[in-house]
């Protein structure tokens, strides 16, 4: 079946796409994050197969959309986005995490389409500041998206960048949250919880929307309003769960970064297998 580039379905079955080609880069390289990978699929599907106003034959656009993955441990589906919106071949995702490779482990700058070399956590939401301050000073019209993993908010230059955006009114700056509840050994609200977390946003003078992070058609709402909004920037609470796809993995604090067995690896790719361009 063939379906129209941005598209519901097309952006739900592109998740899928991408789902698969993360679980074949963390499989075959040993490596990668492969729980906080699935539950963003359908985040990055939706920005770069909808929102994101970017040339791939042109990455360095002066005019183009910004994306900050701060949570760079994600970088295989990251990397795996990037391939098929066309910064580079498909057939690149097999140089994952090699030596000589732009794709490293976490985000580079030499890969095309990489706005932020990332990966330290807590950095990327005072990088996306600079950039959305850079634009209203430079009178450019792009949007800066960051992603954030919830467990990486608990650092503090995070929030120290939430006052900085509110006080120069960056309403051209979109967070994202990937609230998956998960974070390196175990749950968020055991470790060091974040609720209410709405509320916090809000007390920062922050726009907050909240979505279904794995509902493609809550979240193009959800991000276009925040898109919408003037006087400053905005933040969408995507609630997600980690290791989304794969029902052996969903929920599991274990698959933060766990490498899957031979077993595992062919059992998770039928089952990805199944929904890609299907109707599951």
């Known amino acids: 079946m063939i379906m ?6 097309y952006i739900e079955d592109m998740a899928h796409k991408l789902r698969l080609h993360a679980l074949r880069m963390v499989y075959e390289r040993r490596y990668g994050h492969i729980g906080g990978c699935f539950s963003l699929a359908e985040i990055l599907s939706c ?4 929102f994101l106003r970017i040339d791939p034959q042109n990455p ?27 910064y580079f071949s498909v057939k ?32 990327g939401l005072s990088v996306g500041v600079g950039m959305a301050m850079g634009a209203k000073l430079l009178g450019k019209g792009f949007l800066t998206y960051v992603i954030l993993g919830d467990g990486e908010i608990q650092e503090g230059q995070v929030w120290e960048a939430m006052l900085v955006a509110v006080r120069y009114r960056l309403d051209n700056l979109i967070a994202i949250v990937d609230y ?11 470790t060091l919880p974040l609720e209410p977390l709405r509320e916090k946003w809000v007390a920062f003078n922050w726009e ?5 992070g794995h509902d493609v058609e809550a979240l193009v709402d959800t991000i276009g309003r925040a898109i919408k909004v003037n006087g400053r920037p905005s933040v969408v609470i995507a609630h997600t769960v980690k290791g989304k796809g794969v ?14 067995t031979g ?10 297998s199944r929904k890609v361009f299907s109707n599951e």
């Open 247 to 260: 029902s052996f993995m969903e929920g599991l604090p274990e698959w933060h970064n766990k490498v899957p």
């Open 92 to 123: 690149e995702l097999d140089t994952f995490a090699t030596g000589g490779s732009f794709l490293e482990g976490h985000p580079d700058m030499r890969a095309p389409g990489v706005d932020m070399s990332s990966g330290s956590l807590g950095m």
């Open 263 to 272: 077993e595992e690896y062919r059992e998770a790719k039928a089952e990805l």
């Open 60 to 86: 360095d656009w002066e005019e183009r959309d910004r994306l900050i993955l701060s949570k760079g441990h994600a970088a295989p589906i990251y990397y795996a986005a990037l391939a098929e919106r066309g």
């Open 208 to 212: 907050v929307f909240e979505a279904d």
């Open 180 to 190: 998956n509840k998960h974070q390196l050994m175990d749950r968020i609200d055991r």
């Open 47 to 50: 920005l770069y197969f909808h």
């Open 4 to 9: 129209e580039e941005g598209t519901v379905q």
